[in-house]
């Protein structure tokens, strides 16, 4: 089975919308991601939205995670301007390295298409999952001082980690 990361979603889809609602409406992205929660088909149509907007001003790159070019499991994006690689793979397809791939192919893509000196995570402590893919895909850690975030209520902590080319 082999994994890849198609340009979007089709945005005028029935069958991916409801699959966007499947994958964002889940506790865990809740608790990580900014994404408004909860994530109903509104959500989502508001959401494509915004990812039509930055695709059109070229401020972010969103991607779908596929395999084969099948149905979305997750998402992969890039910030231009910021050179911050974000993911997210649904509950059903974590554990498969989906989130490894997808975040290897952005990386490759920030260097080669934008050439991008360097790209970034933002990463909590307690987010195994992410620290286990930072570190597979090269990221390391940086010494700079964390960023306290806040949103939705909770306040946490992003550690930034770092992949350059000549690592």
Known sequence: MASSCANGLNLTSSRNLKQMVSLFDDPEVAYRTPVMTPFDRRAAENYLDRVR???????????????????????VILNNATAMIAYMVGAAYRGQGLATRAVRLMTRYAYDVVDLPGVFLEIEADNVGSVSVARATGFRPLDEEPEVVEDKGRRYTLRLWAHERSW
């Open 53 to 75: 907007q930055a695709k059109a001003a070229r401020t972010r790159l969103h991607l779908a995670i596929t395999v084969d070019g099948g149905l979305a499991r997750g998402e």
